[in-house]
């Protein structure tokens, strides 16, 4: 199946940035061997931007998991960014990963490849960190995507920043997150209309399962359509590789 690996020079970010996408085989296999041609055709498939975390970039799904072939069995395009240690932010000091994860990216994947622009069609999903950002780009986006999966998600980054000084260049020195649009339990509290269904699991080891605890507690008070899993696991990568494939039958 076609993967691609882009340099893109973002204008929210102000710099080159790079991006993996994945899509799936869906071509004519007969007019392919005789023609060496590809053609989609009309065809748009649904499409997840699948999100890294803290200590990763573009490439971990890629080198870490087996999300190529999990693709192609599910008939989805994958577009997996590099968003650096933002907490998928607009960053105090740094750049306006925000801005581009939700606005321009999305814009230029859609404007590139056969990919639906469907709400039905359009999912976020992320590990740690970016699980974060996947509820984030949910319940602030809640008009373009369908659905966002969260795996070992850091969901109560409020208290995470009171505990580890690694997201100062994000949020800045000494940030109050509560009670802002940084704070995914605050904007569960304020949540309302046609919202994306959610996806949890975090393994019953991980050291963010408290955080996950808590949004799930909470979550289910404001009832939200949350989809929550645990097992025995911890955060690493047999976890995740074993979950996105059960994100993927979920969505």
Not at 37 to 55: M, Q
Not at 57 to 68: A, F, G, L, V
Not at 178 to 197: C, Q
């Given at each position: ?46 499409v ?68 639906s622009?469907?709400?039905?069609d ?23 995507f ?14 995470r ?30 949540a ?22 808590r949004?799930?507690k ?22 995740w590789?074993?979950k996105i ?7």
């Amino acid at each position: 199946m076609p993967l691609f690996e882009i340099n893109l020079s973002s204008a929210a970010l102000g710099i080159q940035t790079a991006v993996n996408v994945i899509l799936p085989i869906s071509v004519d296999q007969k007019k392919l061997s005789e023609e060496h041609t590809y053609s989609y055709g009309d065809r748009k498939f649904p499409v997840l931007y699948l999100l890294h975390g803290a200590s990763d970039d573009y490439s971990c799904w890629m080198r870490w998991s087996s999300i190529e072939r999990y693709a192609n069995e599910k008939g989805i395009a994958v577009v997996m960014p590099s968003a650096d240690l933002s907490a998928y932010t607009n960053m105090k000091h740094g750049h306006d990963y925000w801005t581009y994860i939700s606005e321009e990216l999305p814009a230029f994947i859609e404007a590139t490849f056969p990919v639906s622009t469907k709400r039905e069609d359009t999912f976020a999903a992320g590990l740690s960190m970016g699980g974060y950002g996947a509820f984030k780009l949910a319940l602030l986006k809640p008009e373009k995507f369908a659905a966002a999966a969260s795996l070992s998600g850091a969901l109560d980054m409020a208290d995470r920043v009171r505990k580890d000084r690694k997201y100062d260049n994000a949020f800045g020195d000494h940030a109050v997150l509560d009670g802002t649009e940084n704070d995914l339990l605050h904007l569960v509290k304020m949540a309302e209309g046609d919202l994306p269904r959610l996806f949890q699991a975090c393994g019953t080891e991980d050291f963010l399962y408290e955080d996950n605890i808590r949004f799930k507690k909470l979550a289910e008070e404001r009832n939200l359509d949350l989809t929550y899993e645990e097992e025995p696991g911890d955060h690493d990568w047999a976890y995740w590789d074993m979950k996105i494939q059960r994100v993927l039958e979920w969505l």
